[in-house]
C-alpha cells in the first residue's frame, strides 16, 4: 500500500481546483447518482479530465471508461457512492492508485454508531498512514463554481447556469448546503465555491475554510457547523479572516440541548456549548445567524455593500397595510425607522398627499396628477435613500395594480440610490413575474418579511474591524497566577476559592476560619457584629439549601448557637468537615455571578450574569474568552439584561461598573493563567455597591484538575 511518504498530500486549492476527477459507478443513465454526476460536469463546464469507473462499460457519456481505478489515468479526485460495507476496500484502492482525495457520498459511519464509527476510524487511518486526503463520510459533494465542477448528484444542479459570486460555502450538512444553493439561485446570488464535509473524518471545516480565507475569488464566507473537531484551530482562522477582512456568516446547529443530540446523531459530531461557540465568534466579529437562507442572504449584503453605515431604516411600498406591519416588526427587532428630513419631505410632496410625507413611504396616497405608482416609485426610493437618517431602504411589495411596472421601478431605485436596501416580496407564485424582473436587475430579494427582519439584524451585526481596548489591568494584579499552578487537584472550599481569588486582586469578605464554638465567637468579636456563619465543606455545593448558612448574626449567643445547629447538620452531610466560616455581613445593591471554566474546544473562558437566587431563574448570562481587559468587561456587562440596575434605573443610584468589570477581567486573567487546570470557578454572589463603593465575593467555590 502507498504509504505517505511516497508524494506530498494533495492540497485543497488542488481538490477544488482538480486535473482529473474519477466517478464510480459511471453511467449513461441520468436517473442514476453517478450518471447525473457524468452530465454535470459536463452542462456546467468542467473542463478537467473525467474519469468513469465502471467495469461493465467501455464508454460512459462520450468518455472512456475503465474497469478499475488502477488502470485509469493519474486521478486527483475521486468521488464514491457506494454501499458503506464495500467503501472501505474502495478507497484503499483508491490510495494504492495515487489518487489525492476520495469524495465519499456514502453514509452507513460514525453518525449510525457501533461498527460505522469503527470503519470511520479506519478511513482516517488509512488516509493518515498513505497520504489520500478524505472529503466525507456522509457528505453530498462539492461545487467550484469558478471551473464548473459540480461533484454531487443533487438535482438543484439541473440549471442553465451557475451564478458565480463572491460567496464560499462550507456545510457540514450537505441536504442544507444543496437547499441553500437552490434557494439563492431563484434569487439571484452567485456563488465561488460550495463545500458539503459530512463527518469530517479527515479534511474538516477549518481546512476548507483557511483555504476560502486566502482564495481571492471568495470576498465573503457562510459556515455551517454542527461539531468542530479543533476549536483553537477555528479560533486562529475566524481571527485571521477578521485580521484580513474577510467577514463570516455562520450558522451552527446545537444551540439547545435537543439541537446538540440532534448535531451529535447526524455527524457524530461534538456539538460543544453553544454559549462559548457565540463568545467565540462575537469575539472575532463572526456574524451568527439561526436559518440557512438568511445565512446567505446576510452573506450576500455584506458582500454588495459593506458593513451598515450610520443611518436607520427607510420604508418605500405600495401599501400601507405591509408598511404598518414592517414597521412594527422593525420594532421587535430594535430597528427603528428614520426620521425623514423636512427637505425630503419637500421632495417627496411634489407627489404625494400633504398627510403622507413621513417613513414608512406609502405610494398609494400620491397626488392624483402624480399618475400610478409606477411613474414615481423609482423617484420615491432615491429621494428616501438620499436622506441623512437613512442607511437601508426596505421596500416589501404586496399585489398591486400594474404590479410588474412598479415593482420593476422600485428595483432600480434600490439598485441605483447608493445604499444598502432589498426588496421583500410577499406573494406567492402571482409574483413569480416580478421575482424574475427584481432577480433580473441584480436587486437584492427576500421572499418573506420574516426573512427580511433576520437580514436587518444580521446585517447589523456586521462590523468590518475589531475594536481595541487599551485599557488593562493595575500591574499589581497582573501574573499572580504562577504562584497558583501548584494548587493541588478537588473541590476548593469556600475559604481556599477566596484566597485564590484575593490573589488576583478580587475583594473579599474580612472572615476567618474557626474550628470551635469559641473560636466562632471570638472571630465574630474581632470581625465586628453583624456577621454571617457558613459551613467550610467540600462536599456540598448549596449550602444554603442545606441548612448550612446563617446569616446577619448580631451577638454572640446568636454566633454560639448557629455553630450549634451548622455543626449538627454537618455531621449527617460531610461527616470529615468539622468548622466554619466567620464572615462579615456587607451591604450593597446588586449580586452578580462570575463565572470562569476551561472550554474543551476554546480554553478558557469567563462569564458574568445576574447573581444570587436570580442565576436560574433569569438566566442572564454573557460569556468572553479569557483573558479580557476592563473595557471589554463593562461591554459584558453593558449587554445584560439587568444592565439598567447597574446604570442607574428610574433615579436609582449608578452602581460601581467599574469595580465590576475590574473583578471580571481580574477572573479572566486567573482562568487563562490556570488554563486547563481549571474546571469551574463561581463568585456567586458578587456583591456591587454604590459608584465609588467597590465590589465584594460574598461565597466562591472551585474546582481544580
Known sequence: MAEASAAPRITVERILNPRSVAVFGASDDRSKWAGRIMYYLALHGYAGNVVPINPRRQVVQGKKCYARIDAAPPVDVAIVAIPAASVPATVRE?????????????????????????????LAELSRRTGMRLIGPNCLGLINVLNGMALTSARVLEVDKLYRGPIGIVSQSGAILLSVFNRAH??????SQLVSIGNQADLEVCDFLEHMIGDPATRVICLHIEGLKDGRRFLELIRRARKVGKPI??????????????????????????????AACRDAGVVLVDDPDVMVLAADMIARFGPWGAGRIGVVSSSGGINGIVADRLGDIEAPLARLAPAT????????????????????????????????????????????????????????????????ALAKGVVGCGKPGFIILTPGSVANGVRA?????????????????RLLRAYRNYAPSPSHDGDGLPASRKGAGQAMLDLSAGYLTEP??????????????????????DEAVAAADAIGYPVAVKAVTARVVHKSDAGLVRLALADRTAVAEAWDEITSRLAALDPAADR?????????????ILGAKDDPQFGPVVMVGAGGVLVELLGDLQMALAPIECRAAEVLLRRLRIWPLLDGYRGRPRLDVGAAATALACLSRLAADLGGRLSELDINPLLVRREGSGVVALDARAIIT
Not at 374 to 399: H, K, M, N, Q, S
Open 580 to 592: 466554619v466560616l466567620v464572615a462579615e455581613m456587607v451591604a450593597g445593591e446588586l449580586e452578580l
Open 186 to 191: 431563484d434569487v439571484g446570488i452567485g456563488f
Open 345 to 408: 419631505q419637500r421632495a417627496l410632496g411634489a407627489f404625494m398627499l400633504p398627510s403622507h410625507l413621513q417613513n414608512p413611504v406609502d405610494l398609494g396616497a400620491r397626488r392624483q396628477a402624480a399618475g400610478d405608482a409606477a411613474g414615481v416609485a423609482e423617484e420615491a426610493v432615491r429621494i428616501v435613500a438620499a436622506d441623512p437618517d437613512v442607511g437601508v431602504v426596505v421596500v416589501p411589495l404586496t399585489t398591486s395594480p400594474n404590479y410588474e411596472a412598479t415593482a420593476t
Open 437 to 453: 424582473i427584481v432577480k433580473q436587475l441584480g436587486c437584492p430579494l427576500c421572499n418573506r418579511i420574516d426573512d427580511g427582519m
Open 94 to 122: 483508491c490510495a494504492d492508485a495515487g489518487v489525492g482525495c476520495c469524495l465519499i457520498i456514502s453514509s452507513g459511519f460514525a453518525e449510525v454508531g457501533g461498527e460505522g464509527v469503527a470503519a470511520e476510524l479506519a
Open 249 to 278: 456568516v455562520a450558522l451552527k446547529t446545537g444551540r439547545s440541548a435537543s439541537g446538540e443530540a440532534a448535531a451529535r446523531s447526524h455527524t457524530a459530531s461534538l456539538a460543544g456549548a453553544y454559549a462559548v461557540f457565540e
Open 496 to 517: 481556599e476559592a477566596k484566597a485564590l481569588i484575593a490573589r488576583y486582586g478580587i475583594p473579599i469578605t474580612r472572615e476567618r476560619i474557626a474550628g470551635t464554638r
